[in-house]
């Protein structure tokens, strides 16, 4: 399944023990109440706190044999008004959302300066930022790199290689967009890889301070994660 | 000054007695608190609760001598993050946010299906209207009528005739946006108008039902106004 979500009011994607609310328990919950079977997705993106998404990608297995559509509007009829299902499709056993992924993509929205209206699903430079320099730095993530530095994960067995096949930013309206497609990404690193290029685009830290991230994994102890409110995990491909 | 906000959780910009949350009484609130004085602020339009702004546009009067500047950052660090003072500026104690208003201008934004993230900001018709038959419904509001029947106001010594000067429909990316703008809106207009164009395009009411109720000032009974998450007051001209 296909799933849209404003992640503002969620504990990230992942399900939590106790009555921490979460995007992947609520599904659950739900798909749970409807199939009257406990159910288990995996998502292919796990999204931090406060992070949305436009095509997260879920998939799960049931012994239910109710019709997908009608699977589907009940599960919307019952969920929160700020998680979607939009869509829903029955694949091969050996199908798994997370590790048949070939790509995502993120795009992170930036405000100028905060709005009322905006602010809920962008984050903001306090200012105007150098987007020419922040796309040479953009340009630099591309192809196979070590992004250790930017990200709070503690290496798991894949280790910290990321493959970025697409990152720049471009004008939407009101807003700056940064899009950037990996094979994989670390915990927290679209924002912190934003946080850098925001702090380089704003003249509060070098061009050679953020690559030399890139190449010896160190961190400028006062970098923190771009604001969640600002990145959507974008779309999926298998 | 000019003003920013969004309406989903405040009932109306009006202030009311008692607890009730408003966007005028948030930002008396914050004003008094900041010069010290009571301060009475009259806004340019009077949008329902739910209703959202780009540009509404207050006035008021106060003894203090604080800067502008000044007063305007206390007053954002003060109010809630979903109202914004965009601007501040001095003006001749003849000028009224309302009566000195000589248009205003209105934008529905309207999505075909319900999505977890946009639907904060827009009213949905559950459907693909017929947005061609809906710019001919707005273009025969353009000119002086009386729309009595699209609106729940009993009328006041004004009347309930008002003058658009543009009223149509284009497509804005995932959205459909109504843009409207008239010398003044009777309460509630807005969304009478739309919800009217949106039966019309989706082929539950008809073209001559639609146009009668603008000579005969009649309105059907099932016709209520649109969701007003999808209205943003956009700008009022002076």
Redesign the interface.
Known sequence: MQI???GTDYSGWQRQPGDVVTVQGEIERVLGRITQEPVSIDGAGRTDRGV?A?GQVASFAVASEMPLGRMMHSANSLLP????ITSMRQVPESFHARFSATSREYRYVLLER????D???AGCSHGKPDVVLMNRLAAMLVGTHDFAAFSKETPDQQGTLCTVTEARWYRSGRFHVFRIEANRFLRSMVRFLVAGMIEVGMGRLSEEEFSRMLVDGGRPASLVPADPAGLFLWKVRY
């Open positions: 849209e979500y404003d949305h436009r008004s700020t998680i979607r905060p709005s009322a209206i602010s809920r699903f």
